[in-house]
């Protein structure tokens, strides 16, 4: 008894008596990001019955989406160059976000008026690659708030031992993930509230409802906005108490110079992504990916001369594991419409079971830190492959009728509903455990010098796994044909009709990929030079 309550002492109790007014501003810049899944469910809804895109197309759309995310390093560099202003930054970020908010608004509620200049298509993908730029661009500046937000000395003027900041620095750093996932509950739970009685409604009052959504989410960007009202506030404060202690502000004796490299080849990748994009050149997707990874591939190799051979192996080895891990392709948006039209799953269910997931992934972060610090990555990357794959199991199940049987021998308890809920509760944290053993192990390994460039290059290679993820989607959905109805928002008329015949195919071909890919690149890895203990 007493060890539980230790922990929950040292667990909860502790981390909110190290909570500092200081750390809010980029927690805030965090939360609005967890809360940017407002639209989530609206935006799915909408897009399976009025938007006449296939599953292929909306799996490539995401490999675009993900495209804002490898430019971290670029905008961290930016961030650097100017530092003093890096909070404007959130402003332009905030800027970008709320047109994309609008764009959907105004997509749902005058639909005639923006069809009139651009397809609801065209005007759905503008909105969906304008909203990752915005929040790629908050985050960066979220992430070097953190650095300023821990203090060198407390209120009495005397400074703070080494140890002392390391443990703040970590603090800020467990608050963040608290605040984005707590973002996703606040989400959750305004939309079972929103949709509570969204089943007796006529299709235009869905269609009012879904509006007032993307309006209320109006709301992310002034979060993270007021963040930067409260820095602001809080420098002015920071600043009086050096004036009071007579202390001076530090200064920047090492300011950071332009690196070129960075700039340079951040810029041509940009012309480069948006020409190969733009003029629809044959495998633009694909052109795209292989001039990312090699970009990326390049700075990997200038950073492993920094540092010893031996060491070098290890690293590519764990990042060659990590990467395979994170691409391996999803069912893509046919399950979720599957989902919904066939398991009837409405809006507020969908709601709940998010709640349910954000719920326990917070959770999860908590229980499950040992596991994670105890265990190699080639390990926990295994039992993550195995328990995914095993997860799937429900859903495939469910397309041939597994929940008809378990009804019918439960007394109808344990329906769709009952295994789709104990499936988001044991799969829920799976997520962060593969995310935060692979944080701690970039920072682990970054050289003393180079640790912000170090971050941004394997940061964004895992991010290039999640675009090849997309990839793979998209293929996959191209072999596998999967169809919804689709009704013409202006006219009413029926453009496609629902086709789930190959989803269970795809949900099979998908599971033993999970399984089976990753466990085989780890035993390879393993049996090789780059074999890895981290």
């Not at 007014?21 to 909408?46: C, E, H, N, Q």
């Not at 670029?74 to 909070?87: M, Q």
């Not at 089943?199 to 960007?221: D, H, N, R």
């Not at 993550?384 to 397309?399: A, K, R, W």
Request: net charge positive; glycine share 8%.
């Amino acid at each position: 008894m007493g060890g539980i309550i230790n922990f929950f002492k040292v667990t909860f109790i502790d981390l909110g008596r190290q909570f500092r007014l200081s750390y809010l501003p980029p927690l805030m810049i965090y939360v609005a990001a967890g809360v940017s899944g407002l639209t989530g469910i609206v935006g799915t809804f909408f897009v399976k019955d009025y938007l006449n895109l296939s599953a292929a197309f909306l799996a490539s759309l995401g490999f675009w989406a993900g495209i804002p995310w490898v430019l971290k390093m670029p905008l961290g560099h930016l961030v650097d160059l100017i530092w003093s202003r890096k909070n404007y930054l959130v402003f332009l970020g905030a800027g970008l976000i709320g047109l994309s908010i609008l764009i959907m608004y105004g997509l749902i509620a005058h639909t005639k008026f923006m069809a009139g200049y651009f397809s609801i298509e065209t005007w759905f993908v503008i909105s969906v690659i304008l909203s990752p730029i915005g929040y790629v661009i908050q985050d960066v500046v979220a992430d070097a708030m953190t650095v300023e937000a821990v203090p060198n000395f407390n209120e009495k003027g005397k400074n703070y031992s080494m140890d002392e900041i390391k443990v703040m620095h970590t603090t800020i750093q467990t608050l963040g993930r608290f605040a984005i996932i707590s973002g996703t509950i606040l989400v959750a739970l305004a939309n079972i509230i929103i949709f509570s009685n969204s089943q007796g409604l006529s299709q235009e009052e869905k269609v009012s409802l879904y509006a007032s959504v993307y309006l209320y989410a109006l709301i992310i960007p002034f979060i993270s906005v007021l963040g930067v009202f409260l820095s602001f506030y809080l420098k002015q404060k920071q600043q009086a108490l050096f004036k009071q202690l007579n202390k001076t502000l530090p200064e920047n004796l090492n300011p950071t110079k332009v690196n070129w490299w960075i700039l340079g080849g951040s810029l041509a990748f940009v012309i480069f992504t948006l020409t190969i994009g733009s003029l629809k050149v044959p495998f633009a997707q694909e052109i795209v990916f292989i001039g990312s990874m090699s970009i990326v591939i390049f700075l990997m190799n200038k950073l492993m001369k920094e540092m010893p051979k031996h060491l070098s192996y290890t690293i590519v080895g764990t990042a060659i594991i990590i990467f395979i891990f994170r691409a391996m392709p999803g069912p893509g948006p046919g399950l979720t419409w599957f989902e919904i039209d066939v398991l009837k799953f409405d809006e507020q269910f969908l709601s709940a079971i998010s709640l349910i997931a954000s719920v326990l992934t917070l959770l999860g972060i908590i229980f499950l830190r040992s596991f994670m610090a105890n265990n190699s990555i080639a390990k926990i990357v295994v039992i993550l492959s195995i328990l995914g794959s095993v997860l799937f199991l429900p859903s495939v199940g469910m397309y041939y009728g597994l929940h008809l049987w378990t009804a019918s021998v439960t007394g109808g308890v344990v329906d769709a509903r009952f295994i789709a809920i104990i499936n988001t509760a044991i799969e829920s944290p799976l997520g962060q455990v593969a995310m935060i053993p692979m944080l701690a192990w970039i920072a682990k390994n970054a050289p003393s010098h180079l640790k912000a460039t170090f971050f941004a290059v394997f940061a964004s290679f895992t991010n290039l796994a999640l675009s090849a993820n997309s990839l793979g989607t998209k293929y996959l959905n191209e072999i596998f044909t999967i169809t919804r109805e689709v009704k013409d928002k202006i006219s009413g008329v029926i453009q496609s009709k629902a086709d789930y015949s190959e989803l269970g195919i795809l949900l099979i071909v998908v599971t033993l990929l999970t399984l089976i890919i990753p466990i085989l690149t780890v035993w390879f890895i393993q049996k090789s030079k780059f074999k890895t203990l981290e």
